[in-house]
């Protein structure tokens, strides 16, 4: 990091705090501070929803997921589309009409309070955990490549997001999210094109392309039924369209994102949107993880890209084993680089994927040498393929936008989820079990005290959390355990109308406990989990509902 680097990142965070902070300062009743006063147009709601899903952990573990396993994540997103228009057709009339200022608002009136309550429960308690990941995920990779300290780190993001979000509510996050995408998406692209012009001569965009194909890294569409394979056309069609149902459906961070349209016709511009721009982009990111792959087809790269590993290894008794290892992985660096420049035929691309898997399997050992030698250092490398690049590639000043970008996205999602639990908390829990009159100012009071705990005990979170297999995943797998079931509920209240609460509230606690015995066993890939959250719930409260209509003297 030079001076150029430092100058451009903390101008660029400094002017989407304190300009979030000025454009919406003043909000005096409810409805300005949770729903934005309802003026928000249909493109700040189509990049809002988009920035609020697109975390640090998207622009840090995407390329990464797609530098050791290929394009086939962008499969997961496949559902995203059809769940938009099913969200426009049923969902955003409903709470419009209702004019509610949280979606569980409208459970109360279908069933009762408890139902409600218990929804906004499972809500607060699978973002609450997902907010701290968001800051703890970009903290603890820069800690560890650019050697901050993660406590400060963490503290940091949480208390810049903190800070505009209290001061504007949803308006601050809404505003702000247009500046952080701009910065995300030019940042992005010119990452791209600089790693396109980093190639050597003669290997233009689509050689590039005919490399990582060759490699097994362009695979994008797969058919199978294997359930051990988290990511195919099935899982994201199937329990991708339950997922994104449930999260743009029922999450509070994004459905205050539409509350918040002018109309309805605005939320579902806005909706519609997203759906249109949100694959594209998600391939684009994995597109750049797999020109990372091809560029260091050609360059030299770690045996494992997180630095506190290797540093970790080389100074215990295991040095030597592993110093083994990292010479036949330049072995093959050296023989992959000589076959690619050679042409790619088919045995080329032959060698090239048993040269692949070999260095795959030196990974695998290398991963476990260096659990011996420190059993708590994170073995596992995707998150930091990208920032390792970023960090040994980029020229000054783009550095310190790149890293504006992660920082960016870890703001914008964590501002939007802040935002969320607070309105939940004020709203589903606080004002609903008030026995007496307060007034509006009151009510922004205690959103904001409100925003602030949810802050602090997401810095706490952060703090505190470790690294799973891969961040994203982490995220996606905290939301499939509750996502279906709150989902069934919605469901059972838009179109089953003969079922009552007492049912659906039973169902959804007996759900809740299946899921999580069926997620701790793995019987099933996470993506599954949301589609029989929801069939689980609606059949468990259909037939509850049915018998007690049977005890029912006539």
Same mark, same amino acid.
């Given at each position: 990091?030079?001076?150029?680097?430092?100058?451009?990142?903390?101008?660029?965070?400094?002017?989407?705090?304190?300009?979030?902070?000025?454009?919406?300062?003043?909000?005096?009743?409810?409805?300005?501070?949770?729903?934005?006063?309802?003026?928000?147009?249909?493109?700040?709601?189509?990049?809002?929803?988009?920035?609020?899903?697109?975390?640090?952990?998207?622009?840090?573990?995407?390329?990464?997921?797609?530098?050791?396993?290929?394009?086939?994540?962008?499969?997961?997103?496949?559902?995203?589309?059809?769940?938009?228009?099913?969200?426009?057709?049923? *969902?955003?009339?409903?709470?419009?009409?209702?004019?509610?200022?949280?979606?569980?608002?409208?459970?109360?009136?279908?069933? +009762?309070?408890?139902?409600?309550?218990?929804?906004?429960?499972?809500?607060?308690?699978?973002?609450?955990?997902?907010?701290?990941?968001?800051?703890?995920?970009?903290?603890?990779?820069? =800690?560890?490549?650019?050697?901050?300290?993660?406590?400060?780190?963490?503290?940091?993001?949480?208390?810049?997001?903190?800070?505009?979000?209290?001061?504007?509510?949803?308006?601050?996050?809404? !505003?702000?999210?247009?500046?952080?995408?701009?910065?995300?998406?030019?940042?992005?692209?010119? @990452?791209?094109?600089?790693?396109?012009?980093?190639?050597? +001569?003669?290997?233009?965009?689509?050689?590039?392309?005919?490399?990582?194909?060759?490699? +097994?890294?362009?695979?994008v569409l797969d058919f199978s039924w294997n359930l051990n394979n988290r990511y195919t056309v099935w899982t994201g069609f199937l329990g991708g369209t339950f997922l994104m149902l449930s999260y743009f459906g029922t999450d509070q961070s994004q459905v205050q994102r539409y509350l918040s349209g002018k109309s309805v016709r605005e939320s579902q511009l806005g909706l519609i949107f997203n759906g249109l721009l949100k694959v594209p982009m998600q391939f684009f990111i994995l597109l750049v993880g797999v020109m990372v792959f091809v560029f260091y087809q050609f360059n030299a790269s770690p045996l494992n890209f997180n630095p506190k590993?290797?540093?970790?290894?080389?100074?215990?008794?295991? @040095?030597?084993?592993?110093?083994?290892?990292?010479?036949?992985?330049?072995?093959?660096?050296?023989?992959?680089?000589?076959?690619?420049?050679?042409?790619?035929?088919?045995?080329?691309?032959?060698?090239?994927?048993?040269?692949?898997?070999?260095? $795959?399997?030196?990974?695998?050992?290398? $991963?476990?040498?260096?659990?011996?030698?420190?059993?708590?250092?994170?073995?596992?490398?995707?998150?930091?393929?990208?920032?390792?690049?970023?960090?040994?590639?980029?020229?000054?000043?783009?550095?310190?936008?790149?890293?504006?970008?992660?920082?960016?996205?870890?703001? =914008?999602?964590?501002?939007?989820?802040?935002? @969320?639990?607070?309105?939940?908390?004020?709203?589903?829990?606080?004002?609903?079990?008030?026995?007496?009159?307060?007034?509006?100012?009151?009510?922004?009071?205690?959103?904001?005290?409100?925003?602030?705990?949810?802050?602090?005990?997401?810095?706490?979170?952060?703090?505190?959390?470790?690294?799973?297999?891969?961040?994203?995943?982490?995220?996606?797998?905290?939301?499939?355990?509750?996502?279906?079931?709150?989902?069934?509920? *919605?469901?059972?209240?838009?179109?089953?109308?003969?079922? $009552?609460?007492?049912?659906? *509230?039973?169902?959804?606690?007996?759900?809740?406990?299946?899921?999580?015995?069926?997620?701790?066993?793995?019987?099933?890939?996470?993506?599954?989990?949301?589609?029989?959250?929801? !069939?689980?719930?609606?059949?468990?409260?259909?037939?509850?509902?049915?018998? =007690?209509?049977?005890?029912?003297?006539?």
């Open positions: 990091m030079q001076t150029l680097d430092w100058i451009v990142l903390s101008i660029t965070l400094l002017f989407i705090v304190l300009y979030g902070a000025w454009k919406t300062r003043g909000s005096k009743n409810v409805e300005q501070y949770i729903k934005g006063g309802n003026e928000t147009k249909w493109w700040t709601i189509g990049l809002s929803v988009m920035a609020t899903q697109a975390s640090a952990i998207t622009f840090l573990s995407t390329p990464g997921q797609a530098f050791h396993s290929g394009m086939g994540f962008v499969q997961f997103y496949f559902g995203l589309p059809l769940a938009m228009v099913i969200i426009c057709l049923v *969902f955003i009339p409903i709470y419009h009409k209702l004019n509610v200022y949280t979606a569980y608002e409208y459970l109360e009136s279908r069933f +009762d309070l408890k139902t409600r309550t218990l929804a906004a429960i499972l809500f607060l308690i699978q973002r609450g955990l997902a907010a701290g990941i968001t800051i703890f995920a970009p903290a603890i990779i820069l =800690s560890a490549v650019l050697g901050w300290d993660l406590i400060t780190l963490n503290i940091t993001i949480g208390l810049l997001v903190i800070i505009y979000t209290v001061s504007g509510g949803t308006k601050a996050v809404s !505003v702000t999210q247009k500046q952080q995408m701009a910065i995300i998406f030019s940042g992005m692209f010119i @990452a791209f094109y600089l790693i396109l012009q980093y190639l050597p +001569d003669g290997i233009t965009f689509s050689k590039a392309l005919e490399i990582a194909g060759a490699s +097994d890294k362009m695979k590993a290797q540093e970790a290894v080389i100074n215990s008794e295991f @040095a030597q084993e592993y110093q083994i290892l990292e010479k036949r992985h330049k072995e093959i660096e050296s023989e992959k680089k000589s076959i690619i420049l050679s042409g790619i035929t088919e045995t080329n691309r032959y060698k090239l994927l048993q040269l692949n898997e070999e260095d $795959k399997s030196l990974k695998e050992e290398a $991963k476990s040498i260096i659990s011996k030698s420190n059993p708590k250092v994170e073995t596992n490398d995707k998150d930091y393929v990208f920032i390792h690049f970023i960090l040994n590639n980029l020229p000054k000043g783009l550095i310190g936008l790149l890293l504006a970008v992660i920082l960016s996205a870890a703001m =914008s999602s964590t501002a939007s989820e802040l935002n @969320a639990l607070a309105s939940t908390t004020a709203i589903d829990l606080y004002k609903r079990n008030q026995n007496e009159e307060k007034s509006d100012q009151h009510y922004v009071n205690m959103s904001k005290w409100f925003t602030l705990g949810w802050g602090v005990l997401a810095i706490l979170v952060a703090c505190v959390a470790n690294l799973f297999d891969n961040l994203i995943q982490l995220v996606n797998i905290i939301g499939s355990i509750f996502y279906g079931n709150v989902l069934g509920i *919605f469901l059972l209240a838009f179109f089953i109308k003969f079922v $009552k609460s007492n049912a659906v *509230f039973i169902g959804a606690i007996i759900t809740q406990f299946i899921i999580i015995v069926v997620w701790y066993l793995d019987w099933l890939p996470y993506l599954w989990l949301n589609l029989l959250g929801c !069939v689980l719930v609606m059949l468990i409260a259909a037939i509850i509902q049915k018998f =007690s209509q049977l005890k029912e003297p006539k």
